[in-house]
């Protein structure tokens, strides 16, 4: 997920880290500042941090996605028609080897177990449809879920935009910026239920 006005820098750079020589300069930062600067500083086992990799949820309506929408723990809020789903898909991450982790749950909690992109191929036993695609995560009855409803693809190297399958966006107002910047209208869908 991403803020619209990085959209043109992706689709020409593709998804890049904030040292590359092709980073964007105008890069609009969303979500929590303190979540970011942990996990510029959180260790993984192969000696990377958590921050130096570029991140994907595997579903939508992520708890994040409600902070940034509504702006609570003093994150900037930003209106639905703001926020880009960028879509990847799995098979071409595991097809050209590219260089990444997973986690089962946010990565920053100490339940989540990091796995290895050999581990993709039967990532439909580590975690499941129905937690990521959840709507709700507030659960009396399953207190883990929103951990796991964060679980996350965790790319290291930059990543192509030829990878970039489609955008998800709020409004006909998002879909019509995107085209604006040179996105195919048939790569756009319209999908209000992904949002909050």
Known sequence: MLHIDNISHVI???FVHK???FANPEYVVIGDQSVIDVRE???MIDGSTIGSHIPFYFGP???MLYVIQHGYNGVQRYPPNELVYCVVRLDDIIKNDINCLFTDG???NYLTVFYDKKDLTRINEIIKHEDVYTRYWNNEDDRDLKRRKEAELLVLDELNPKFIKGFIVYDKTALEKLVNMGVNQDKVLIIPEYYF
Request: charged fraction near 20%; aromatic fraction near 6%.
């Open 106 to 108: 946010h990565p920053l």
């Open 19 to 21: 040292d590359s020589p």
């Open 61 to 63: 309506r992520s708890p």
């Open 41 to 43: 500083t959180k260790l």
């Open 12 to 14: 020409s750079f593709g």
